[in-house]
């Protein structure tokens, strides 16, 4: 099964997709990691500027991880992040089976990335939906966690607001597609645990 998992920054996206990836058994990539590992010199060059592939670049370095990595399953979060993506996606043999859409409101998610707690080991969490089992003690490591300095509430904004501009034309998109079930949205304003169970209990009944 192919799923991508849709939803602006401080939805859940990569929480969600590990805990997929463990159940259902699936690897989980993200665009970042793929673009990493390219052998292609211009995209390590333009990913260390810190600039931005541009989306032929994005959908054939993921097309050529995949086949070089024999991966025929995946789960893979934050991408596409335009529509123009979202076509491309679907225009190979990597096209989604389902896509995941966290729907969270824009409140919601500003408040969670201003209280968003990253650990060392790369363990993130937040003191709204998903906290700690101790208070500012990572559940998977034990060290101290710290509030992530690059969020601040104008960036966070940007994000957000470059995220609402995208959604609504990729989630038309899959909406209109002929194969069924393409689509799940999910209240994400749950906690994380909720969201799994949820997710988990939609894909079982697509793939019964
Ligand atoms: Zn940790």
Redesign the pocket.
Known sequence: MKITILGGPGSGKGTLGSLLAEHLSIKHISLGHVLRQSKNADVIKTITAGQLVSDETAIETLQAYLADNRIDDFIIDGYPRTLNQAKMLDATINKPDVAIYLNVSTDILESRLVTRLT?????IFNLISKRPALNYI?D????ELSLRLDDTVDTIKDRISIFERNIDGILDFYDMQARENVLLTIDASQNIDTVFRVVMQQIETITR
């Open positions: 650990c060392a080991c790369g363990a990572c998977v490591c034990k060290q």
